[in-house]
């Protein structure tokens, strides 16, 4: 379905062959929905096309009807008319086509101009209404930037602040192991020291553990 619809809408251009394209499940479902929009779309132009037709020829059908009234009822021929009277009569005709009215009798085009008119203020309405949406999506997308520039700030501000804390705390730590490890230093060097005392005959009482044991 799908080739036989490219080779007829190709067909209508002179010199343009069907374009290659990659045969597979996704591009043909892809151009089957293309060809179905396609052919809706064909089919309401054609239905568009087959009204305008009924319209014109129940305008010709009107047009003939007051062609005789005038002509034979009221004896004018199409040449006596004035020009200006000629111009009415083509804006009367203009204006019947873009009311679409079935014909041109006051009622009808009353009734047309009203329903435009009811339109016209349907869709300022809608207009008014979108543009007031528009205006306050306006305000929160401004509200939310600013916000946004705020929280942006703000995380600078802490990411500096964390940076700083953390380099202190990598002070502290390079400190607290320092201070460790000449503290446990200190312990080996008194505690070999006491040993070499004691070695030389220092009476155990007057070490510093014992000092202290005694002053507690």
């Known amino acids: 379905q799908v080739t036989l619809w490219l080779k007829k809408l190709f067909a209508g251009v002179p010199g343009v062959p069907v374009p290659q394209y990659e045969v597979n499940e996704r591009t043909v479902d892809i151009l089957h929905e293309v060809m179905e929009c ?3 779309r064909e089919k309401d132009v054609m239905l568009l096309i087959e009204d305008m037709k009924d319209q014109a020829t129940k305008y010709e ?4 009807y007051w062609h005789k009234i005038i ?3 009221l004896g004018f021929i199409e040449g006596s008319l004035s020009q200006e009277a000629m111009d009415d009569l083509l804006d009367l005709v203009q204006s019947a086509i873009e009311l679409e009215v079935e014909n041109t009798s006051l009622t009808s085009f009353y009734s047309a101009i009203n329903d435009m008119t009811s339109e016209l203020y349907e ?3 809608k207009n008014d209404e979108m543009e007031l949406k528009l205006k306050t999506l306006r305000k929160k997308m401004s509200s939310a930037l600013v916000m946004q520039k705020h929280l942006e700030e703000d995380v600078k501000k802490l990411e ?7 380099a202190k705390a990598e002070i502290r730590s390079k ?5 460790e490890a000449k503290s446990k230093d200190l312990k080996i060097r008194i505690r070999d020291a006491e040993d070499k005392l004691v070695a030389r005959g220092l009476d155990l009482s007057l070490t510093h553990e014992a000092l202290v044991t005694l002053s507690e």
């Open 38 to 40: 396609n052919e809706e």
């Open 71 to 73: 002509g034979e009822s």
């Open 123 to 125: 869709t300022k309405s």
């Open 175 to 179: 400190n607290l192991k320092f201070l």
């Open 61 to 64: 059908a009107e047009a003939d």
């Open 160 to 166: 500096k602040s964390q940076a700083a804390d953390k």
